[in-house]
C-alpha cells in the first residue's frame, strides 16, 4: 500500500477518534488519532509504517461490541426495517447479515462496501449507504479491509490489556 493510501484511509477515521499504537515503542500503548497527532504522522511519513490503528474486524458486525460504553450488534443497528432480529450470519457470496422474523435479510457485503436487502428472492441495494457506512467508520470497523497485519484487532488488543 502506497503513503497515499494508507493517509486517505487513517484520514477517514480522523472525525471519529480512533485508537492507534505506535510499534515503535516498547510497551503496548493506545493512543487517539486526532488531527494534533496527524499533523506529525504527515510531517514524518517513514512513521506512517509503525502505526497500527485499533479497529474491529467486520466479523464483529454480527457479534456484540462496545463503543462509548455502549453495548450492541453493529447488524441490529444496520438492519433496514423489518421487525425483531432472529439470526446473524455471514455468507460467502453475501457477506455479513441479520434476518429478522419476517425473513428481510440486511447484508454488508465486504467486497462492494455496499449494503443490500433480501426478502423472498428480491434483492436491492439499502438505502442510505453513506449513513451506514459512516456507523462503521464510527465504530471503528476495518472497512478498508487492511490486511490483518496492518490493524490492531480492537477486541483481541482490548482483552490482552484486562
Not at 67 to 75: D, S
Not at 93 to 118: L, R, V
Not at 120 to 141: A, E, I, P, V
Amino acid at each position: 500500500m502506497t503513503t497515499q493510501e494508507q493517509l486517505k484511509i487513517y484520514a477517514a477515521y480522523l472525525p471519529y477518534k480512533v485508537a492507534f499504537s505506535d510499534l515503535t515503542c516498547d510497551m503496548p500503548n493506545k493512543l487517539i488519532l486526532d488531527t494534533e497527532n496527524f499533523s506529525g504522522v504527515l510531517e514524518d511519513a517513514t512513521h506512517l509504517n509503525t502505526i497500527r490503528l485499533h479497529l474491529y474486524d467486520l466479523s464483529y458486525l454480527t457479534k456484540e461490541i462496545e463503543h462509548e460504553g455502549r453495548k450492541f450488534i453493529p447488524m441490529h443497528v444496520l438492519k433496514n426495517g423489518g421487525t425483531d432480529l432472529n439470526e446473524y450470519r455471514f455468507l460467502e457470496w453475501k457477506g455479513y447479515s441479520a434476518i429478522d422474523n419476517e425473513q428481510h435479510e440486511t447484508c454488508y457485503c465486504p467486497k462492494t462496501m455496499s449494503f443490500y436487502q433480501f426478502y423472498m428472492g428480491d434483492s436491492r441495494m439499502c438505502t442510505d449507504q453513506y449513513n451506514k457506512f459512516q456507523l462503521l467508520l464510527s465504530w471503528h470497523f476495518n472497512v478498508f479491509n487492511l490486511p490483518a497485519g496492518d490493524f490492531i484487532d480492537k477486541a483481541t488488543f482490548k482483552n490482552r490489556k484486562q
